[in-house]
């Protein structure tokens, strides 16, 4: 039974391995705070960067972040004035709200146009 078991967990595994898919999302922060930033997946328990942490954007250049991804996930991103989680943007921090427009579904070398904070 075991290795049963053991031989189902490597076939998932796998089988999720040959599904991963990367894609590129393009933001620029026009605040004069810092902002930061972490995306948030609509269909599983995962974030990026993951762990509890984000990235920071610090000046008003676009920022690229390339994230590995299951091919149909829908991914959201939640940016927010450093130390204030009430100044957000998309689902804001930890991903808690709702948006019309700040989603996109996972699709291999996807790139997101810009996407303008502050607008």
């Known amino acids: 039974m075991k290795r049963i078991v053991v031989a189902l967990l490597v076939l998932f595994g796998l089988v999720q391995a040959a599904s991963a898919q990367s894609m590129t999302w393009r933001v620029r922060a026009f605040d004069k705070h810092a902002v ?11 974030e990026w960067p993951g762990r509890g942490q984000v990235w920071v954007i610090r000046d008003y250049d676009v920022k690229t972040y390339k994230i590995s ?22 689902v804001g921090k930890d991903g808690r709200n709702r948006c019309k427009t700040c989603c996109y579904t996972c699709q291999d070398r996807f790139v997101t146009p810009i996407l303008n904070l502050n607008e």
């Open 36 to 46: 930061d930033i972490a995306f948030y997946s609509q269909n599983r328990k995962h």
């Open 69 to 90: 991804c299951v091919s149909g996930e829908k991914i959201c991103y939640g940016a927010w004035v450093r130390g204030s989680s009430k100044e957000y943007w998309g």
